[in-house]
């Protein structure tokens, strides 16, 4: 036939993706999937899938950021509360002191002569001696260089009169071996940069850096700084290579910057404010980090829009409303009197990235080496923003006044805390282009809320789906994520766009362990199953959604495990825990860890006294084993609105609950914490102050709960049910097909495709599979994407394996 391809009409082409003759698959189970080529539903954004960045786990300095200094400008400084890896911070935290052949220094961190009023400390060194006296700087857990590779070395330098030696600078091992050199003459009486190239004639992952010098007299510096010439794309100022390029890879529609938490800081002092980020970056005002470091801001504005060009990603800036954020107390914000500078910056940052070269803003994006404007098209306002008074009456003026001077940003806006989005009335008001939303959910609420856009009003503004992850890297966590994206996918026409967060993580030095896309140290990356699931979803995401129904036979039954530690809480209500027991063994109240709520021990008794609390809870230190576990209770009601939490499961992703006389006191459901489905419920109430005897027993794939002896729920739940999302990309030509299978075991598919069509002579398959609990770390990546291929026939056969997610590419016409 003419072009290799086949011609079909009606429902003529038969996929037939058959489980594989083995012990694991389920004999009956099948799933049928009816595609309708010929049915474009709603059209997918091009910017669906993109990325989200905050310094958060070193990911900027230390990581993405390709400088191999720490604390180059010496304004680390103490901050109560934090301390990086238990090592308190201070101006000369990296640094220390260097004495060879008979030479002397002391050094101290000054601010009389600084270099200019936003660096404002430098390293003064008193010489003396007749040998080499200096510093080292140690990067960030040693510096790493390459044999034959070449380093940007640089610093800020001025002597006293009584000084005039040169400077040498080295790279070093720890045991002392110099692996490159550098010799700095004539230093002036004014700060002055100087600027040299070192190779490194070796490879080694424990380098440091080396400034010393001889004689008498005081040297100082400022801006001390390595940088590898070979960063992503050359640039100067630029990106670790191989972290750049992991983003790259992912092909995302857009970049998400800077935060986040970090946008709106701990207070209104340590807010990112864009300005303090851009200029010549020894002029840059650097901060503190509330995730317990410093920032340089090397990695500022000018560089974050560079690097978007640079792999192909829309700039979507988060700008903050003058609110602190709402989970740091005190709660900060700019009185109405101030607010206008919040409103001013915000649109400021529009004229730097768009503004033409002779306006303020523009002139400094030219001067900084980009004449052209970034192209802004989106602006964030605000990020997770907690429903307050205060938020209420600022967005709107944020709103009135960017769209007074620029109608064509598209403006974002922030649907509050958590699935149950508080704010998205307000964005509706308002009449933001999209609205964002964030939740860090166990897997199981992924699958269950595949459908959660459905049902949203198409009349009310689009959904930035901005910060979302399942908790954990393991394979079972990402392939539930690859479902909901499904959904999103098939509701494209009301969220437009969705990143995953956190992006980076330093091993060694993360603050944010649940989940994190990208796992690194200074010498390689690890890709994470999560990874893996957002690049195939990003780069085959096609430029249609297609009608198809999926319809599954039989279900097998779950054989989840519910492990985890167990607690008792309450809703708006007053308990007494008489005595609580695991497998027999009785638990000792005082060795709880009170999540939230007023709970106090006396006389035996465990009270939980807050009646205004929602969701007060409680955990014991033990735990359910996963296996057969019986938990008893034994407690009364006080008063209050409702009745007892019974909390089991608990741990990294997320827990369950028994909920007994909740929703008024009117109901018994066993739910998901954070889930708005009842997975099992029961009409029903508690009286005040009886006792009750609560039992939940445990099994693999079974939970049975008692009141008084009586069974209230016996809840089997099903396996997951497979789910896909096929898509069409006009300019291959290609029909894309994702099939997620979240189950444990393999599933038999018929997947029909109708319409009057041609195929291709082959399908490309890529498959992501692998058992549930698979992670991929420095000593082994054991998920990662497998390709293969299969001709294009009526009768094609592959497997779903257990926990995965597959892609069919195949010529359509």
């Known amino acids: 036939m003419p072009g290799g391809m086949l011609v079909l009409r009606a429902v003529v082409a038969t996929l037939f993706v058959s489980c594989l003759a083995s012990a694991s698959c389920s004999r009956g189970a099948e799933v049928k999937i009816d595609v309708n080529v010929d049915r474009p539903t709603v059209a997918i954004s091009p910017v669906l899938y993109g990325l989200f960045f905050e310094d958060i786990n070193y990911g900027a300095d230390g990581g993405l950021y390709a400088e191999l200094v720490q604390n180059r400008s010496f304004e680390y400084y103490p901050v109560d509360g934090w301390a990086q890896n238990s090592r308190q911070l201070h101006p000369l935290f990296a640094w220390s002191k260097v004495e060879r052949e008979g030479g002397k220094a002391e050094l ?75 010799t700095i003459d004539g230093i002036s009486d004014q700060w002055t940069k100087y600027e040299k190239t070192i190779t490194a004639s070796d490879s080694a992952a424990d380098t440091q850096l080396v400034l010393v010098t001889n004689g008498g007299g005081k040297l100082m510096l400022d801006m001390v700084s390595l940088f590898p010439q070979d ?28 935060g986040g938490c970090i946008a709106h800081g701990q207070g209104l002092a340590n807010a990112y404010r864009w300005k303090d980020t851009v200029g010549d970056v020894a002029e840059r005002k650097p901060n503190w980090n509330l995730w317990g470091y410093h920032q340089t801001y090397g990695l500022g504005y000018f560089e974050y829009m560079q690097l978007c060009e640079d792999i192909g990603a829309e700039p979507l800036p988060v700008v903050p409303l003058g609110v602190a954020c709402g989970f740091r107390q005190p709660f900060d914000f700019a009185p109405m ?18 503004g033409p070269v002779d306006s303020e803003w523009g002139a400094l994006r030219a001067a900084m080496g980009h004449p052209e404007p970034f192209n802004l098209k989106y602006l ?3 990020n997770e923003e907690h429903d307050t008074p205060e938020v209420r009456e600022r967005f709107p003026l944020f709103v009135d006044a960017i769209r007074k001077q620029y109608p064509d940003i598209k403006l974002i806006g922030t649907s509050g805390l958590g ?37 949203f009003d198409r009349a009310k503004p689009k959904v930035f789906v901005g910060e979302y992850a ?38 060694g030095s993360t603050q944010w362990t649940k989940a994190d896309l990208i796992w690194f140290d200074n010498q390689q990356l690890v890709k994470t199953p999560n990874y893996y699931v957002q690049q195939l979803f990003s780069r085959n995401k096609g430029d249609v959604y297609l009608d198809n129904t999926v319809e599954m036979s039989e279900r097998a039954l779950s054989d989840e495990k519910y492990a985890g530690r167990v607690g008792i809480g309450t809703w708006r209500t007053g308990i007494e825990v008489e005595s609580a027991s695991l497998d027999g063994k009785p638990l000792d109240f005082s060795t709880w ?103 939940v027993e445990l099994e693999p794939g079974r939970i049975r709960c008692y009141l008084d002896d009586e069974l209230v729920h016996d809840y089997q739940p099903l396996a997951p049910e497979v789910v896909a999302s096929p898509t069409f990309d006009k300019s291959t030509g290609e029909l894309l097909l994702k099939i997620v299978n979240p189950g444990t075991e393999a599933v038999t598919a018929k997947v029909n495709l109708q319409g009057e069509l041609s195929l291709g002579d082959e399908v490309q398959v890529t498959t992501l599979a692998g058992a549930p609990e698979a992670m991929n770390n420095r000593e082994s990546q054991p998920i990662e994407p497998v390709e293969s291929t299969m001709p294009a026939t009526p009768t094609m056969s592959i497997e779903l394996p257990p926990t995965s997610v597959q892609l069919l590419r195949v010529k359509v016409k």
């Open 108 to 182: 101290a961190v000054k601010t009389d002569e600084p270099l200019n009023k936003k660096n404002t400390k430098y390293l003064e060194l008193k010489l003396a001696g007749d040998g080499q006296a200096g510093v080292r700087n140690e990067g960030f857990g040693g510096i790493v260089v390459e044999k034959g590779a070449k380093y940007d070395f640089s610093v800020y330098a001025k002597r006293t009169e009584d000084h005039d030696a040169p400077l040498v600078v080295t790279l070093e091992t720890k045991d002392g071996e110099v692996l490159g050199s550098a």
């Open 337 to 354: 009197e101030d607010l206008h500078e919040w409103i001013d910056d915000a649109l400021d940052l529009i004229e730097f990235a768009n």
């Open 380 to 382: 964030c306002l605000g």
């Open 470 to 507: 399942s908790e954990d890297n393991r394979q079972f966590n990402a392939v539930a994520e690859a479902a909901y994206l499904t959904g999103i996918e098939r509701n494209a026409d009301i969220v437009d766009m969705a990143c995953y967060a956190p992006l980076f993580a330093k091993y």
């Open 231 to 258: 960063t992503f794309k050359g640039r100067k100022n630029g990106m670790r290579k191989d972290l750049a390029q992991s983003l790259a890879d992912l092909k995302p529609g857009f970049l998400r910057f800077p």
């Open 593 to 695: 860890e009170v999540e939230q709520g007023d709970f106090v021990l006396k006389d035996g008794v465990y009270a939980q006294r807050d009646r205004n609390m929602e969701a007060a809870v409680s955990i014991a230190p033990e735990s359910a084993t996963g296996e057969k576990s019986v938990f008893k209770v034994r407690a009364r009601k006080t008063g209050g609105n409702e009745g007892f939490l019974l909390v089991f499961g608990h741990g990294d992703n997320g827990n369950y609950w028994w909920n007994v006389g909740g929703w008024g006191n009117t109901e018994h459901a066993l739910q998901r914490k954070g889930g708005q489905d009842r997975l099992a419920a029961k009409r029903g109430r508690i009286e005040n102050n009886r006792w009750y005897d609560l039992r």
């Open 419 to 455: 699935p149950e989005i508080p704010l998205y009335d307000l964005m509706t008001r308002t009449n933001v282009y999209s609205s964002d939303e964030h939740y860090y959910m166990q897997p199981g609420w992924y699958l269950d809320n595949v459908r959660r856009f459905d049902a």
